[in-house]
């Protein structure tokens, strides 16, 4: 997670040369896409708003009806 005095282009530039010399475009993006979703999914968690896994089994049961 991102530090009070890191910047978010700092935390781009460490993910980008933290990959291989041969990565693409693509590859890049998704890394820092993921780098993303997990800043925030560790945000949520801190910040209470998740659920049990009790409360998502029963949601996705409901998918399938």
């Known amino acids: 997670m991102t530090t009070t ?3 978010a282009r700092d935390r781009m530039i460490a ?3 933290g990959q291989p010399d041969d990565s693409s475009y ?3 993006l998704r890394e820092l896409a ?3 979703m997990v800043e925030r999914g560790l945000a949520d968690a801190e910040a209470g ?3 049990s ?3 998502m089994d029963r949601r996705i ?3 399938a009806k």
């Open 61 to 63: 049961r409901t998918w």
């Open 34 to 36: 993921f780098a993303r």
């Open 49 to 51: 708003r998740t659920i």
């Open 15 to 17: 993910i980008i040369q």
């Open 5 to 7: 005095h890191e910047t």
């Open 26 to 28: 693509d590859e890049l």
């Open 53 to 55: 896994n009790d409360e």
